[in-house]
């Protein structure tokens, strides 16, 4: 499968602060990227994504950050809540080489916790 | 609106058995796509079935398989279990495969083998 990685496995922030999550993908034919929230015993939920043609976007109280140099995509939680404790993961869509196919390649996680 | 449905939530199987997970998907979606969760590999792709025909498949062994019916409600198969089995298996449903971004996600089945 695809390689994508993220930069710590897990993350411990201050309730309040700033929360950035790092990615690093390998395919430059990606298309299309997502973060995903898992909390335990639940699926991931769909947080944000962006297309390989921006650079930046943003959702309520988060940011993604898109560097196609480098491979490399963020996600930055603004005052982040004990509710944003969870593991993210970043995925990378490849374009399916047919339509309708999904070819969408997930990281490990990180998991983050809020100290309040 | 009911999210997806996955069952059961936990199954304990012996080596060598088979097992079926069975995810229903949102009212209205047609495609349902299955992943394992382990905590080394993350989320790998299964397969991907949009009206009762598999559409997209990953790597994995043939001991895999799964199946959608007309109402498109999946089943996932996996025969002669191996401890490397042992895994979260979400499934996800979305209207048409229109991306991942319309994906919702079951809660999962987790699949314990000894």
């Known amino acids: 499968g695809e390689s994508v990685g993220l930069h710590l496995p897990t993350l411990s922030v201050q309730e309040g602060d700033n929360s950035i999550i790092n990615c690093a993908y390998s395919?430059?034919?990606?298309?299309?990227f997502i973060w995903y929230k898992q909390e335990s015993g639940k699926g991931p939920q769909f947080i944000i994504d962006?297309?390989?043609?921006?650079d930046k976007r943003q959702g309520q109280r988060v940011t993604v950050l898109l560097n196609k140099t480098v491979k490399h995509l963020s996600l930055q939680i603004a005052a982040t809540q004990p509710g944003d404790s969870a593991v993210y993961f970043c995925a990378e869509n490849v374009p399916p080489s047919r339509r309708g196919a999904n070819n969408l390649f997930f990281g490990t996680g990180t998991r983050l916790t809020v100290i309040p | 609106k009911a999210g997806v449905t996955q069952t059961p939530r936990y199954l304990i199987k012996t080596r060598g058995q088979q097992v079926t997970l069975s995810c229903s998907p949102i009212s209205g979606h047609r495609s349902v796509s299955w992943y394992q969760q382990t905590p080394g590999q993350g989320l790998q792709f299964l397969f991907e079935?949009?009206?009762?025909?598999?559409?997209n498949k990953g790597n994995f062994p043939g001991r895999f398989s799964g199946r959608q019916f007309s109402n498109s409600r999946s089943e996932m198969n996996v025969s002669t279990l191996e401890l490397g089995d042992s895994a979260l298996y979400l499934c996800?449903?979305?209207?048409?495969?229109?991306?991942?971004?319309?994906?919702?996600f079951g809660s999962g089945t987790r699949l314990t083998v000894v």
């Open positions: 962006i297309r390989s043609n921006m």
């Open positions: 079935y949009f009206s009762e025909t598999q559409r």
């Open positions: 996800a449903s979305s209207l048409a495969g229109e991306g991942a971004s319309g994906y919702t």
């Open positions: 395919n430059s034919a990606s298309d299309y």
